[in-house]
């Protein structure tokens, strides 16, 4: 059984930053995409970043220039460094894990607040 564990999220005020982590235990095999998406009240979750096996990563607009996305293969981790963090960057975010394979591994969550 494959679990997702994100960390990091919290209050923190407008301007600042944070820094999520997302590990990956259990029977996980040859991850190739690693990703963070996120989802505010009344809102469809999107993505943020995501970043393939070889290090390629694409951003939303909305984070370009503000968030870092980064991975440590030996250790299943994928981690988000948020910068010049927005009140408009309050959400619930997710770390997404993809198999070669196809499987797809989603974690439980972490609450981001920005207040202005």
């Known amino acids: 059984q494959v679990q997702l564990v994100e960390s990091g999220g919290g209050l923190v005020q407008a301007g600042g930053s944070l820094r999520l982590s997302c590990a990956a235990s259990?029977?996980?095999?040859?991850?190739?995409?690693m990703g963070w998406y996120r989802q505010a009240p009344g809102t469809q979750r999107g993505l943020v970043a995501v970043i393939t096996s070889i290090g390629s990563t694409n951003y939303a607009d909305s984070v370009k220039g503000r968030f870092t996305i980064s991975r440590d293969n030996a250790k299943n981790t994928v981690y988000l460094q948020m910068n010049s963090l927005k009140p408009e960057d309050t959400a619930v975010y997710y770390c997404?894990?993809?198999?070669?394979?196809?499987?797809?591994?989603w974690g439980q969550g972490t609450q981001v607040t920005v207040s202005s």
């Open positions: 997404k894990m993809q198999e070669y394979r196809g499987n797809a591994y």
């Open positions: 259990g029977s996980i095999f040859s991850i190739n995409t």
